[in-house]
């Protein structure tokens, strides 16, 4: 804080010396709705670099202005005028507002630019444009909105997603992308929370930048090679404004797993069990329904902006939100408070932008119980009086203790398991922006950012539950740890920009020093009441370091021809002192064809822009901070040593590679950005090519060479290319009635290229035995295969139990007979939107499919079989036993019969909504609105969604609900 408090006295030496000029132009910028001042508006003469710009009160003195000259007055989200000059010496502007130009403006990293400036592959999402319902966390607002970008959001309240771009860039390294908040690149540690969006209200996000390809990314080197999320948040304007927003909604289960109700386990235990009618009870106990309920959830935000003292733009914001899960117990509440500060001092030279946020989260975990409630005897109650563990239902011996190897009653666990963090996170920067006076194309930006969170978990089982600890030896001890996680990730960047006009060549160049650091610390301790349990344990987590110097031009001459140019040398503390750093460069360039003579006059051709750029990124982002160092540790208690009658703690090695290094991501793209009839039809086409060199995954290591059976390896070399296509139509436009729609699609192909030795990587576990995986990294295949044994069949089309195809025809059954089976990443997504408006009503709904990846249904595999229906106690089984006819699991578990088509198409939302205006209001606008979310599903999948994570492996997952939903906005 010291240094920076020097550097800003410092800069302030350089304060702005007044100069004598022959002419100067006095008087006031406002804009056409309100006549309200608009401070920070950019007022500058043409074809030169003499400019100032707008105070507070939207005043303005310009120096040094000859006769003839050209004045043009611009600011975001206002349409520029342009004003000759004749010798007044007061000009007073009023300027309207242009929405199509707010949408022009682009934040990337370091800086922002335009649209038509653009030379990568980048999207923007605006406030206008974000999806409709009940979205608590931030990246749901542009789920089916950008090309190339899936999210897929789990069921459970506040849900975390899994965010790919351009299917992501790595094999067991993070495909996540960067995630940017403000010019705070955030960290992707969620200890406690439910994942590192959950803390962020989205009441507060202003716009989404979405940078997909190398050439945009680059700049970000390490962190950009799953592409970047720019978040920007909102800030203060001119005038008082207020906003309340509050909505309520009420969320219902939509499937359950089908398996045999009461009734009909009783008739399929007297026909094929008949010796087991014993375990049979009296009840009529539907488990799913009894470990689900109606989720009621609310949000309210209210926000305040405006200027301080009529000189100091600021917004405060507030937000609550609280969401109940379907599964019982689950819970999500998040208050959210939010400051921005913007002032700006001696006529713009000096923007200072501050931005903080406090988010407090409460969350309550429930175990997965799904297993269990369709495993657990529907015939057996819910509660028992005679019961020891808590008046629930338990299988128990003669005496009374729970036995083992048993499913558990579900509900009992859910009642019984208090599972609860509380997360503390306050994040935000401060951001100094000087044009320093004596070289007014000189910029100096210095921004820091801090970003921690503090959580305090606590984990407890009820003493009298049967899952609590010796609880099979009869005792009553339950289970209680608590667990302490502190995280904090601080970042400084410096940088300067030089910006000329050179006549119709114009310049950018900006070159700067990042440096960011990440440190983790974790207290837990143990489960207090086991005996035998380890002592408490502090873990000091080694600090990432990671350290950037970064250069980048930015070039266009006449509006026309554009090149952009960067190169980041970076380094992280994850790597040797030999592989520590990497070099990552990237090139694009556009030509703006629609500005040519030939196009120019075009009643038709609106936009025309041919984009290519090339560019090359990093990633060192893997669970191991220092595999290349030796380092060794203390056994446990059942790795020791014996002397004698002593036994003696032992210490032993840990894997090392010293010579892992940087995974590189080469990325080729040519893009086309289309507009026709004035820009009413628009759009984009892009084609990409990745190529995924030194692969960091882990991988076995050869017997007798290292420390550990695997590790982190660079192993080697794997290609995505696909094709985006994007297409804008605003079928009607008048003053009464506005109807736009959006499609956009993307195809993605990712295919291993070359791996370490050619060997075969077996992954992906699943249920229903030990040791088994279903998938396998093999060249020539997409990652994350399906391996699998091709299933026989009788002629009349029925499974053959244990019967598959001798692909080599030895006679052996064995790895050698399985084959590839496709994957569980989708070839094609889309997504498509509709939003119209009737006078003051308003219309919206969003739809998403994916198209050609498969599903391997791990339910039915590791359950449907007659031979689960009694082990030790009787079980339940899913209905889908009666097709396959199947006895043993072990033999029919790896067959390919449980793949299944996982394309689908969702409707997201549905909203309707109606605005009582300043006519019928009296002061300010309000709109209420009603809508549905999750509306259907269309697909073949037979299990209960065919949009899962976990690569493709559906082994029961969190629900998602139908959700109702009624709302109201309210500003003045």
Known sequence: MKILLKGVLFLLLFLPITSIAQSTVKGTVVDATGQMPIPGVNVLVEGTTNGTTTDFDGNYTLTGVGDGATISFSYLGFRTQTIPFTGQSNIDVTLTEDAAELDAVVVVGYGTTTKKDLTGSVSLVGEKDFNKGNNVTAENLLNGRVAGLTINTGGSPGAGSEIRIR????LNASNNPLIVIDGLPINNVASGGRSVLSSINPADIESFSVLKDASAAAIYGNRGANGVIIITTKKGKQGLKVNFDSQASVARLTDKIDIFNANEYRSLINERFPNQTGFLGNAN????????????????NLSVSGNLAGNLPARLSIGRADQEGLR??????????????????FDGSLKIDFNANLSWERNRFAPGVEGNAFQFNPTQPIYDPTSRYGGFYEYRDENGIVLGNVPRN???????????????????????????????PLRAVVNLGIDNSESDRFFEIDRNSALGTNAQEGEELGNRSDTDFKSSNRLLDAYLVHTKAFGDFNTEITAGYSYQIFENENFTTGNVRDPNAAPPELTL????????????????????????ASIRRDGTSRFGEDERFGYFPAISGAWQLSDEDFLKESNTVSLLKLRAGYGITGQQDIGSAYDYLARYGLGNAISQYQFGDQYYTIGQPFYRNAGI????????NLG???????????GSLDFFRKESDDLLS????????????????????????????????????NEDFNWNVNYNVTYIDREIDRLAFGQDILVQGIAGGTGNTIQVQRQGFAPNSFFVYRQLYDTAGQPIEGAYVDVNGDGILNDDDKYIAGNGRADVTMGFQSSMNYKNWDFSFNMRASFGNDIYNNVNSGNAQYGNVFRTVLNNVPTQVLESDFVNTPDVILSDYYLEDADFLRMDNITLGYTFDEDKMGKGTLRLWTGVQNVFVITDYSGLDPEITNNGVDNTIFPRGRTFLFGLNYGF
């Open 410 to 440: 579900p509900v009992a666990q859910l009642m019984q398991t208090q599972d609860i963090a509380s997360v503390r996170r306050y994040y935000g920067n401060f951001k100094v922006d000087y044009k320093l006076p004596f070289y007014e």
């Open 167 to 170: 299917g992501g860039a790595s």
């Open 328 to 345: 019982k117990t689950s819970s999500f509440e998040r208050t959210t408070t939010s400051l921005s500060l913007n002032p700006r001092f």
């Open 541 to 564: 987590d080694p600090d990432v370091v990671l350290l950037a110097y970064f250069a980048r031009g930015n070039f266009n001459y006449k509006q026309k021809y554009f090149l952009s």
């Open 285 to 300: 106990t539907d488990w799913q329904d009894a470990i689900y309920q109606d989720a009621f959830s609310s949000q309210h």
């Open 661 to 668: 290094k940087w995974e590189e991501i080469t990325e080729y």
């Open 698 to 733: 882990q991988a076995p290591v050869p017997d007798g060479v290292n420390f550990s059976n695997q590790g982190f390896q660079n192993i080697g070399k794997f290609t995505t290319q696909g094709i985006e296509f994007v297409v804008d139509y605003n079928l009607a436009s």
């Open 672 to 682: 086309l950005d289309y507009g026709f009839l004035n820009g009413k039809l628009s």
